[in-house]
Every structure is written in structure tokens, then in C-alpha cells.
């Protein structure tokens, strides 16, 4: 029996709710899913890297042989030999990853917003690129810190601009590899002073590297984890070297760090996936990765070379962008007269779409950027679309 309610229910959020805002990347993707838009829009991994075959094999082999175990709840840590594999696979350098060091996530945004609830209370100092990830600034907002901006070039983050404004500063989060949004990457002198900068602050450094196995070159730069392994908390994620619809992700820190984190997780969600770590480590324990990545690393190398080469052709003076060494994307800065959230609406006039660049700023931000992704789009198409794109611009200078 329906109950008639003659006085509709009034809800009261909490004022958390309240500010939440939706991405404004995935409002786009929303957009960008009509088959005739040219998509420079999202940070997707290309399916043509996904191992389906492989995936289907271990689940396979994971559900006949330990099916019940794989079905069942487990640890709030993490599958213990995956988190051997990536505490063997972190450990170089003259330092030692311990298994008790990594908390498996439920992708690395779950790791982003772990680490907002317990480091970050209301008010508190957060340090940020300038760009910085999108779905950093959104994690953490939801605890309502004063976000600070480090300054940023040409080389990625500035390491002695941070003296300044460290003290009392929570955390200084930083994407060192192949950045989203821009693609720089951090020279290593800059790795060196950015972790001994740190160091001297007492200031966590959350190293979020989810690019940096996509180098072009095969050179991955080295890992500030690996430098000071007692005040850097390393991210990782199996999303751009798998697939994103796993969901799997990990944090590494120091041990009083991770069991705060494994107790926030526990209220979250008690723990991720059995099935898809048992899975996710079938895959890669007899060295599938080494045989799986340069493949990626080709792909995103040539379509990158081929929107730089479309960008020097079709991209009128007055305009830079980025020229990334790996990863996923290339920043480009306009002349300052143009506005590129206005462009985008006269781009998915015409068919094509890419991701303004002031919604990647914390604080004052630089409406005439924007970030273009290359490796969902087949080398004609992304040729078209930025000459459509260049012709957008001309007509504004």
C-alpha cells in the first residue's frame, strides 16, 4: 500500500554535500560520445591497448582454481602477492618497499580521497601544482583546505618556490611524470631538490604517477619514493598499463600513514576487490608488463607525434604548446584575448572537443589554456580535427 505523504520531505545536506560539483571533464565525455565528435577531451587510455584476452584467461584460471577465495571478502590491505609485486617492483635504488607499505584502492582516486580524510582538515594548507589534476583538486576539496599554488614552468613544478609557503602546509601533492594536465615531466636534479626541499620542511610529498611508465623512450626517470622513502607517499595505478575498468589502484607509504589509510578504507569499503587483484596479479606475475607496455608506449608516441606535427602545421603564431616525452597529453597557451571555454562551444560546433584549461587551477586560473589528449584518436582524425581547431583560433587573433 502506497502511504500518501501530504508533507514532502525537505532535504537537509550537509554543507560537504552542499559544495560538492560535478567533474567538468566528465560533463564533456557526455558530450564527446556522439560518434561524429573529434574527442580531444578525455584522459582515456586507448582501448586498443586493453588485454582482453589475457584478462579473460585469469579470470579463468583465477575462478576454476580459486574461485572461492577470489569470490569471498578479503583483507582491507590488499591481495598479499600483488602487494609483494608492487612493493618488489618499487624497491631500487638502495631502497626496500616492504608489502606493508602498499594499500590496495579502489582505483587512485580512492587513494586521493584516503589521503584528504585523514591528512587534510578544514582550513588546512594543501600545496598544488600550477596546473594540477583535476581529480586532485576535486578529492580534496571535499575537506575543505586552503589550496596554495606552487609555481610551475616549462620543467614542471618549481621546487624553490615552495620555501615560501611551506610552513604549516599539510601535504604538497605533485604528478612528476608526463603531467596531467600538461605533460611536462620533472627533470631529476629538479626530484632531487624537490624531495630534500621537502625533507626540510617536514612537509609530506605525494608522488602520483600514473604516466610513468609511458615514456616514448622507454627511460622511466627515477622515483622519489626510492629517495626518501620515510616522507614521500607514492601513488600508482593499473589503469593506464591495463584497464581503467578494474578499478585498481594503490598507495604506498610509511607504515604510520598506511594503517590510518587501511582504517579509513575499512569505513569506505572494507576492501577492494578479491576477484580483480587475484586476476590483475595472474596477468602480470611472469612479466606481462615488460612484454605489454612498450606496445602502448609505441602507440601514444606515434599519435603524439602526429598532433605535434598537425599542431606546427595548423596552429596559427602566437600560439605554444607542450611537447611531452610520454603520457597523454599536450597543453597549448593562447594569445590571453582568448577565451578557450568560448572556443569550445564554436569547437563542438564544429565537431570537435578538448578540455578548457581553467578548471585544472586551484585558485586564479588561466582561462586561455587547454588540454588536448591524442591517444584515443587515429592519426587522420586528429590531423582534421586540429585543423579545424587551428582555423577556430586564427579567426580570434
Known amino acids: 500500500m502506497k502511504i500518501e505523504n501530504p508533507n514532502p520531505i525537505q532535504w537537509r545536506f550537509a554543507e560537504r554535500a552542499e559544495q560538492l560539483q560535478s567533474s567538468f571533464i566528465r560533463e564533456i565525455l557526455k558530450i564527446t560520445q556522439r560518434p561524429e565528435i573529434i574527442s580531444f577531451a578525455g584522459g582515456l587510455p586507448s582501448p586498443a591497448t586493453f588485454p582482453v584476452e589475457e584478462m579473460k584467461t585469469a579470470f579463468d584460471k583465477v575462478l576454476s582454481n580459486n574461485g572461492k577465495v577470489a569470490l569471498q571478502y578479503g583483507p582491507t590491505d590488499g591481495y598479499l602477492p600483488l602487494r609483494q609485486w608492487i612493493a618488489d617492483s618499487l624497491s631500487s635504488n638502495g631502497s626496500t618497499i616492504l608489502p606493508e607499505q602498499v594499500l590496495m584502492t579502489s582505483g587512485s582516486q ?13 582550513g588546512s594548507k594543501v600545496l598544488v601544482e600550477t596546473p594540477s589534476y583535476l581529480g586532485a583538486l576535486q578529492a580534496f576539496s571535499v575537506y575543505r583546505p586552503e589550496f596554495v599554488s606552487v609555481d610551475t614552468d616549462d620543467e614542471g613544478l618549481v621546487p624553490s618556490s615552495i620555501d615560501p609557503v611551506a610552513d604549516g602546509a599539510r601535504l604538497l601533492y605533485a604528478l612528476p611524470n608526463f603531467q596531467n594536465p600538461t605533460g611536462r615531466s620533472l627533470s631529476v636534479a629538479r626530484r632531487v631538490e624537490l624531495v630534500e626541499t621537502c625533507a626540510r620542511h617536514g612537509l609530506p610529498l605525494i608522488e602520483d604517477d600514473p604516466y610513468g611508465a609511458l615514456s616514448y623512450s622507454g627511460e622511466p626517470y627515477p622515483k622519489m619514493i626510492n629517495m626518501n622513502p620515510d616522507g614521500v607517499i607514492y601513488m600508482g595505478s593499473f589503469s593506464k598499463v591495463l584497464t581503467p575498468g578494474i578499478r585498481l589502484g594503490y598507495v604506498v ?19 577492494t576487490s578479491q576477484l580483480t ?66 572556443l569550445l562551444d564554436e569547437a563542438i ?16 586560473p588561466e582561462t586561455h589554456t587547454l588540454r588536448l589528449s591524442f591517444v584515443t584518436v587515429p592519426p587522420e582524425r586528429i590531423r582534421e580535427g586540429i585543423a579545424i581547431l587551428g582555423k577556430l583560433i586564427a579567426a580570434k587573433m
Request: neutral net charge; charged residues 20%; glycine residues 6%.
Open 110 to 122: 580512492q587513494a586521493l580521497d584516503l589521503l584528504g580524510k585523514v591528512l587534510i582538515d578544514e
Open 253 to 271: 607509504a610509511p607504515p604510520p600513514l598506511v594503517r590510518r589509510l587501511e582504517l579509513a578504507k575499512q569505513a569506505a569499503d572494507l576492501h
Open 277 to 342: 587483484q587475484m586476476v590483475v596479479h595472474e596477468v602480470i606475475k611472469d612479466g606481462f608488463l615488460d612484454r605489454h607496455i612498450p606496445s602502448i608506449r609505441s602507440l601514444y608516441g606515434n599519435q603524439c607525434q602526429a598532433m605535434l606535427s598537425a599542431l606546427e602545421e595548423h596552429f596559427p603564431a602566437g600560439v605554444t604548446w607542450t611537447k611531452p616525452e610520454g603520457g597523454m597529453f599536450i597543453w597549448v597557451t593562447l594569445p590571453k584575448h582568448i577565451d578557450a571555454m568560448k
Open 349 to 364: 560546433a564544429n565537431k570537435v572537443a578538448f578540455v578548457p584549461g581553467a578548471p585544472f587551477y586551484a585558485n586564479t
